[in-house]
């Protein structure tokens, strides 16, 4: 049973324009989430995260964003560059668990 | 700079060979995880270690068994490597008691059973 669902394997966005991420999760009891950048050849590199207590975190271009009761989360990326074409894994995690699950990534592209 | 090596960045092994991925960390942190990562099917984990000597069972661990008897290093081994263990292997770190502290990957094992 996937617990952290990321239904779009692959995204295409033109660069300067705005790219969203989205990921699903099904477990109530996550209340910390995680968004991991891969490039090909490389190890996943943390990018930002979000506490269930705020509903937007920001750090230059990337924000992500909670809503609890959709039990959603999304990752905008503004304005998109070619360094942000990568695979990005969302992740979530409960303050009582031992570990982080991992969702399966999208792919993200951005076009010249 | 923390710092996440891994052995090999490429392995070719036969079925029913004996696999060791070793995994070292600069960063003195407490723990230490495996996972492999498939298309398709995301990160996975194998196993992962809170402190030497100690392991814990991810959510794969049929067919791997591990070792950390040192801080800095976690191993992880293929019993008799098979071809469905073909996949592309990470090792990743981390400080302190939160399982969502940040996690710092290797570059990664692409090991291929034939």
């Known amino acids: 049973d996937q617990q952290v669902k990321q239904n779009s394997p692959s995204l295409s966005v033109q660069e300067g324009r705005i790219s969203i991420l989205n990921c699903d999760y099904t477990n109530s009891m996550f209340d910390y989430f995680l968004w991991y950048k891969k490039y090909p050849a490389e190890g996943p590199t943390f990018l930002i995260s979000i506490s269930s207590i705020k509903d937007k975190n920001e750090d230059g271009r990337f924000t992500v964003f909670l809503n609890k009761s959709a039990k959603h989360l999304s990752l905008h990326i503004v304005p998109s560059q070619p360094g942000d074409s990568a695979v990005y894994f969302c992740a979530a995690s409960g303050r009582e668990d031992d570990k982080i699950i991992f969702g399966k990534g999208t792919r993200l592209h951005i076009l010249p | 700079d923390v710092k996440v090596t891994q052995s090999s960045r490429y392995l070719v092994k036969r079925t029913g060979e004996k696999v060791f991925l070793e995994c070292v960390q600069d960063m003195d942190h407490e723990n230490m995880f495996w996972y492999r990562q498939d298309p398709g099917l995301g990160l996975r984990l194998i196993y992962f270690?809170?402190?030497?000597?100690?392991?814990e069972k991810g959510d794969i661990p049929e067919g791997y068994s591990v070792s950390r008897e040192k801080k800095e290093r976690f191993s992880l081994i293929l019993e008799s490597a098979s071809t469905n263990q073909t996949s592309m292997y990470l090792c990743a770190s981390s400080s302190g008691i939160y399982s969502y502290n940040e996690q710092f990957f290797g570059p990664g094992t692409r090991l291929t059973v034939l």
């Open positions: 270690s809170y402190d030497v000597k100690m392991k």
